[in-house]
């Protein structure tokens, strides 16, 4: 019988030692990874992964002079960048709540156009010929002129029209994108007028 119960308690301390061997490597390994990234409610830790899954927010009640944070890379590399923003597809990478312009931010597109689609060789000027128009029938004459098919219609107006007549319409066509429409009263007087568009090449 004390042979029996020392063989128990044997086992007993075996079990016992190795429930408290397992419990300080968890202890050991959880205490190592948990200091391996901030999380929520932690300092955040540089040169190392940050968890969050709420937001982070830095404000003051009177604010600073110039920015509140700055991020300086001084690597001597070409491929570098202060801050790199990552959002899933169809996100945008940040909002902004001022329509302010921001000096030496560059915009690659504007609109789905590319800044090439912007520069001066894309826009050019269509002038219609100079002549009578077509009789409205009430002592005005009008005259249209269109941008080359599937461009875009900046601004029209009338050319070549004389002292002695009045502008009554100048206006973009009804019915259409990329044609004006230019109506003069011509005081029963004869005029031979045009009407020129800007556009821009689609």
Do not use: H
Not at 13 to 22: D, I, K, N, Y
Not at 77 to 100: H, I, K, R, W, Y
Not at 122 to 143: C, L, M
Not at 167 to 195: C, H, Y
């Amino acid at each position: 019988m004390v042979k029996t119960a020392f063989t128990r308690a044997m086992m007993v301390g075996r079990v016992t030692a190795l429930a408290l061997g397992v419990a300080v490597m968890l202890a050991l390994v959880v205490g190592v990874a948990s200091t391996a990234f901030g999380a929520n409610g932690d300092n955040w830790k540089l040169g190392r992964s940050n968890f969050a899954t709420q937001i982070t927010k830095l404000s003051g009640n009177l604010g600073v002079n110039g920015p509140m944070v700055r991020l300086t890379n001084n690597n001597a590399g070409t491929d570098d960048t202060a801050l790199d923003l990552q959002v899933q597809p169809g996100e945008a990478p940040m909002t902004v709540n001022s329509a302010t312009r921001v000096d030496n931010l560059n915009a690659d597109q504007v609109d789905g156009k590319s800044a090439s689609q912007f520069v001066a060789n894309n826009i050019y000027k269509r002038e219609s010929a100079i002549a009578a128009g077509t009789d409205k029938g009430d002592g005005t004459f009008v005259i249209g002129q269109a941008c080359d098919p599937g461009d875009v219609l900046l601004s029209g107006g009338p050319a070549n029209v004389n002292g002695t007549s009045s502008m009554v319409e100048s206006f973009p066509s009804p019915g259409t994108t990329t044609s004006w429409s230019a109506r003069i009263q011509k005081n029963g007087l004869a005029d031979n007028f045009s009407v020129v568009v800007i556009c821009a090449d689609q």
